[in-house]
């Protein structure tokens, strides 16, 4: 049995990929007839692609469009390659401030003393002012599960040693052989800004 002779495929290669695609329309790739200027080195203003492309090459820089959807779009006259680096470096910085918020947690039990109260506290105390919740629980053993006041009256003995940096999102709850509270941190940007 023989098989059809294999038909050319063209140029395409599936070892190499295709080049990346430009983020932004630099240059030649801009077709519109007209482009609104922005940026600290021309006067702000509406100019046809050709002037644009022009006082771009005068000032050895590449014409860059920022804001396609905008009528005409709008473009900047910059180095696209450091214009790109700065991107970049804001959305870093974006990430690294945006942090998320992680739950802590701390155990305690029915009979916990009140050094170790204390010691506990002071952790959920430093948990909350870095912007952390925090999941207090008592683990009860055996028998113990018999004394859920207790293990109540804990959590809500901690709830308010933190009442100046947390608040509790609610009552204690029992979750099997678990009784537990989420305290979150009382929002204080006021705090940070002063500061």
Request: hydrophobic share 35%; charged share 35%.
């Amino acid at each position: 049995m023989a098989f059809p002779p294999r038909q050319p495929r063209g140029n395409f290669n599936p070892r190499f990929k295709k080049e990346q695609q430009q983020e932004h329309r630099t240059n030649n790739m801009i077709r519109v007839p007209q482009v609104r200027l922005v940026g600290d080195n021309v006067e702000v203003g509406v100019y046809s692609i050709q002037e644009a492309l022009k006082m771009a090459q005068e000032q050895q820089l590449d014409l860059v469009e920022i804001s396609p959807q905008a009528d005409p779009p709008v473009c900047k006259i910059i180095d696209y390659n450091k214009f790109l680096y700065e991107k970049k470096k804001k959305e870093k910085e974006m990430k690294a401030k945006s942090k998320t918020a992680e739950v802590k947690e701390i155990r305690f039990t029915p009979g916990t003393d009140d050094h170790d109260f204390d010691f506990k506290a002071r952790h959920a105390e430093s948990f909350l002012k870095e912007g952390n919740k925090v999941k207090a629980y008592v683990q009860f053993k055996g028998r113990a599960i018999m004394f859920k006041e207790r293990g109540e009256l804990v959590l809500l003995k901690f709830a308010e040693r933190l009442g100046e940096v947390g608040q509790p999102e609610g009552l204690p709850k029992l979750e099997g052989k678990r009784m537990l509270m989420i305290i979150s941190p009382k929002t204080s940007k006021k705090k940070k800004e002063g500061s």
